[in-house]
């Protein structure tokens, strides 16, 4: 297989990190001084666990689609920022063509695979999560990361009715995570996952970035903690209008994972840090939106999602 990590920041980096130490082809697609140092320097990759420092190939996106045809192994790590998905979607059509190429979305929220799935086709999205690793690129070609990199992929939206072509796939690109030290599990209901993975970004990200502080800090704040779970209790009620359902020992679960982890800087709350455009509409906005198409109350997440929108 070839892996083509599109967005190689702090999580798409140490997957490709992983996978090529792996030994398998792997492609990073960046841009800017991230981009100029990865050709020229390579990249280095600091984790308690792992350390990576070796040339990569890396390339940005007009490069990949204008001069490297598309493969029926590629398997494309979409690692961008929810708000670009769409438009990579396009792109990503244009170039794959017929080719039975696959995409697996490892991103924040629980939109992305519609969106890829609307122009690529589902028989060729596969959908993924990971949980509990921190990453962030320190510098132009440089990442740290942290975290054991709890991953999940599973046909999108769950097994039923999948072709066993797709299925299979998804069983190879688990092989060779697992393979790199990327601990995978495949889930027949990934949709429910990606909820899952939601509770926790809306009970934390956005917070983090309104109040500039990290997981731990707001999880365990007297003041704060509540509206924590608050959040993800809200985030819970809106995942009824996709079909999935969660209950509150889903939600308890979640709310004492994330107290347990250790202090993390949240993406939401690095991007504000770097004055980049935050996931807004990905997160928070989500269950907004579909509380309102379903009549919840989501008083808190409402609120911290204005304050964000007026922020930005």
Request: proline share 5%.
């Amino acid at each position: 297989m070839r892996f083509i990590v599109i967005g190689a920041g702090g999580i798409g980096g140490y997957c490709g990190a992983r996978l090529q130490a792996a030994g398998h082809e792997v492609v990073l697609v960046a841009r800017g001084a991230h981009l100029a140092a990865l050709r020229e320097q390579g990249l280095q990759l600091v984790h308690p666990q792992f350390r990576f420092a070796a040339p990569v190939h890396a390339c940005d996106l007009q490069t990949l689609t204008r001069a490297q045809p598309a493969r029926p192994d590629d398997v494309l790590l979409v690692c961008v920022k929810a708000m670009s998905t769409a438009e990579l979607a396009g792109e990503l059509g244009a170039w794959i063509g017929a080719v039975p190429a696959t995409v697996l979305s490892l991103q924040n929220g629980v939109d992305n695979e519609a969106e890829l799935a609307a122009v690529l086709g589902r028989e060729r999205v596969i959908g993924g999560t990971i949980r509990r690793l921190g990453g962030h690129v320190t510098g132009p070609g440089r990442i740290e990361a942290t975290g054991p990199a709890q991953t999940t992929i599973g046909p999108w939206p769950t097994a039923v009715d999948t072709p066993a072509l797709v299925n299979r796939r998804v069983q190879v690109i688990a092989d060779a995570f697992n393979a790199a030290g990327i601990p995978t599990e495949i889930s027949a209901d990934v949709r429910r996952v990606l909820w899952h993975k939601l509770v926790v970004n809306n009970g934390v990200n956005p917070l983090s970035a309104l109040v500039r502080k990290d997981t731990r800090s707001i999880s365990h704040d007297p003041l704060l903690s509540p509206i924590v779970l608050a959040m993800m209790q809200e985030t819970a009620l809106a995942a009824a209008a996709d079909d999935v359902a969660l209950g509150a020992a889903d939600v308890e679960e979640m709310y004492e994972l994330i107290r347990g982890f250790d202090a993390i800087k949240t993406s939401m709350l690095v991007d504000r840090e770097h004055g980049r455009p935050l996931e807004i509409e990905a997160i928070p906005g989500a269950v907004v939106r579909r509380a309102d198409r379903i009549g919840a109350a989501v008083a808190h997440t409402r609120t911290v999602y204005a304050l964000l929108r007026h922020l930005a």
